[in-house]
């Protein structure tokens, strides 16, 4: 993966395990300028956790870097490829005050809430429920957990563009469970036996990262398919999907009106197959206060330099303010 567009790797140089309630522990660390302007990466998924690369779109100088591994995921505990994970106390509200509990413990006031797929859902919710805490948005990979997004990644709406993926998606569900591939994942998701939940999680995991960049990515698909990894990500994705996320139909673009005041920057890959443009094109109408950056030769990776390019410049726009 090149990360030109991007700031030298670092280091932390603070983290820790948080404990949040409920058994659970989440990971975090800081990085950057312990003065320097605070910002919080909420990553994808749900479920994917954070990488030391993602550090890298943020100028060490000026920012105080929070990276966070959200519930079951990354190095928090308990892990969700774990064959007994309870998802029971995993959920939308249950980030939010996660988020909320993070920063107070930090000591910041305010900090700049940067998102992506996934993560710009979690980051519309938290600024939604606590805008006086967020100073800036920067949200790329629209998700809003919409019936029409779902049913576009879990239901058959991508295969149109890649149906020998779609194939094998659908290969470990007996024909008569494909109606409603979202619940039949989740049985053999939830099934405690590895030899079930294992393979289904790999499947799960392989068709996300088959899909989420412009070309085909060898190195994303390995990552994404480690057996643990791509258990705990399959289950908390499926887990929300399932619920849609607890949040009701069309929710945090209706709920705009909230942040309408918060300087904000939507980054979108015109061919994004993951999140497919139309939402962000919904949220853009519905904030048009928010600079709207269409990336026309990316998809939907963070990691696609197009992509990348647009995040650091958006976060370089906010780094004096």
Known sequence: ???????????????????????????????????????????????????????????????????????????????????????????????????????????????????????????????????????????RGIFTLRRVELEWFCDGGAAVLFPELWEEFIAPIPVLERSRMTEAYHRRLSDPDPAVHVPAGVAWAKWEASIVTLRPDADVVAAMTEPSAAVALARIENHFFLHRGWLSEGQLIAGVDRIRHIPAVIVQGRYDAGTPMMTAWDLHRAWPEAEFVVIDDAGHAASEPGIQQALRDAADLFADD
């Not at 060490?60 to 079951?72: M, S, T, W």
């Not at 988020?99 to 939604?128: D, P």
């Open 1 to 139: 993966m090149k990360l030109d567009a991007l700031y030298p790797p670092i280091e932390p140089y603070d983290s820790g395990m948080l404990i949040v309630g409920d058994g659970q522990r989440i990971a975090w660390e800081v990085s950057g300028n312990p003065e320097g302007k605070p910002v919080v990466f909420l990553h994808g998924g749900p479920g994917s956790g954070v990488s030391a690369w993602q550090r890298q779109f943020f100028d060490p100088e000026k920012y105080r870097i929070v990276l966070f591994d959200q519930r079951g995921c990354g190095k928090s505990t308990p892990h969700a490829g774990e064959p007994a994970a309870d998802l029971r106390f995993n959920t939308t509200a249950h980030l939010i005050a996660d988020i909320e509990l993070l920063r107070r413990n930090l000591g910041i006031a305010k900090w700049l809430v940067f998102g992506g797929s996934w993560g710009s859902a979690l980051a519309l919710a938290y600024a939604q429920a606590h805008p006086d805490a967020v100073s800036e948005l920067i949200l």
